[in-house]
């Protein structure tokens, strides 16, 4: 489910929460919510707004660091492949087809995740790479080096392409990370109580539905940057594909 609906969504369950409670306000008797049962009320949502707050925290940092590793893989990956493009090149004029393959697979691959036209859709999986990428591995074991340079060149060229595979598919296995939805729906579970009683214990009056609306949108932005983070390489937050760019700028130089 697309992380704008699941924050629309809590934010309906939140807030609809808070109107439940001023309704409720005049159901209550009035013994129920003297300053002895507010108190008491005041101190048990207490407790739940820290633990809220506490998962709210560790939910974002966690989606952060996610997000910051695929960042930082990218970032690596271009300077593996400008590398390994450079360590082909000194290898000797044998290699121009296979430095061709690769420009031309990352310029595909940046295509398909950063595409030029924002209205096309984001791939992240491309299965019909992998064959290319097989292919340069091979064409680069197949190389018949005539000087031990060359084969110190072919060992590092291999060296690279394996890196870059490894790095490839640890991206794609991030790209997918998401909040379970049981932790979610636990987590909305205790955001409702709170506003149920943010409601319960307030006047009605339209400050305070003004106050709890933005409470309810902020608790509803948070759960969509945290949604989007987990997906880092689709959707409106994602990582920058500015470092493949400069790769595949400085290919075949």
């Given at each position: 489910?697309q992380?704008?609906?699941?924050?629309?969504i809590v934010f309906?369950?939140?807030f609809?929460?808070a109107l439940?409670?001023m309704?409720?306000?005049?159901?209550?008797?009035?013994?129920?919510?003297?300053q002895?049962?507010k108190?008491?009320?005041?101190?048990?949502?207490g407790?739940?707004?820290?633990?809220?707050?506490?998962?709210?925290?560790?939910?974002?940092a966690?989606?952060?660091s996610?997000?910051?590793?695929?960042?930082s893989?990218?970032?690596?990956?271009?300077?593996h492949?400008?590398?390994l493009?450079r360590?082909?090149?000194?290898?000797?004029?044998?290699?121009?087809e296979?430095?061709?393959?690769?420009r031309?697979?990352?310029?595909?691959?940046?295509?398909?995740?950063w595409p030029?036209?924002?209205?096309?859709?984001?791939?992240v999986e491309a299965?019909e790479?992998?064959?290319?990428?097989?292919?340069?591995?091979?064409?680069v074991?197949?190389?018949?080096?005539?000087?031990?340079?060359?084969?110190?060149?072919?060992?590092?060229?291999?060296?690279?392409?394996?890196?870059?595979?490894?790095?490839?598919?640890?991206?794609?296995?991030?790209?997918?990370?998401?909040?379970?939805?049981?932790?979610?729906?636990?987590?909305?579970?205790?955001?409702a109580?709170?506003?149920?009683?943010?409601?319960?214990?307030?006047?009605r009056?339209?400050t305070?539905?003004v106050?709890?609306l933005f409470?309810?949108?902020?608790v509803a932005?948070?759960?969509?940057?945290?949604l989007?983070?987990?997906?880092?390489?689709a959707?409106?937050i994602?990582?920058s594909?500015?470092?493949?760019?400069f790769?595949?700028?400085?290919?075949?130089q």
């Amino acid at each position: 489910m697309q992380p704008l609906i699941i924050s629309s969504i809590v934010f309906a369950c939140v807030f609809g929460s808070a109107l439940l409670g001023m309704l409720l306000r005049t159901a209550v008797p009035d013994h129920h919510v003297s300053q002895d049962s507010k108190d008491v009320v005041k101190m048990a949502m207490g407790l739940l707004a820290t633990m809220a707050a506490l998962v709210l925290g560790l939910l974002t940092a966690s989606a952060k660091s996610s997000f910051d590793t695929v960042d930082s893989e990218v970032q690596q990956s271009a300077a593996h492949i400008i590398l390994l493009d450079r360590v082909l090149a000194q290898y000797g004029p044998e290699t121009k087809e296979t430095r061709d393959m690769l420009r031309q697979a990352l310029a595909y691959r940046i295509q398909l995740t950063w595409p030029d036209d924002s209205s096309r859709a984001t791939r992240v999986e491309a299965p019909e790479m992998t064959p290319t990428i097989e292919g340069i591995q091979s064409r680069v074991r197949a190389l018949s080096p005539q000087s031990d340079a060359q084969r110190d060149l072919q060992s590092k060229a291999l060296s690279l392409i394996g890196e870059l595979t490894a790095t490839r598919w640890l991206v794609f296995a991030q790209a997918g990370n998401s909040v379970p939805m049981v932790f979610l729906i636990v987590l909305v579970l205790w955001l409702a109580v709170l506003f149920i009683s943010f409601g319960l214990l307030a006047p009605r009056n339209a400050t305070v539905v003004v106050a709890l609306l933005f409470c309810a949108l902020s608790v509803a932005g948070s759960i969509f940057l945290i949604l989007e983070m987990g997906h880092p390489l689709a959707g409106s937050i994602k990582v920058s594909g500015a470092p493949l760019r400069f790769a595949l700028a400085h290919l075949g130089q």
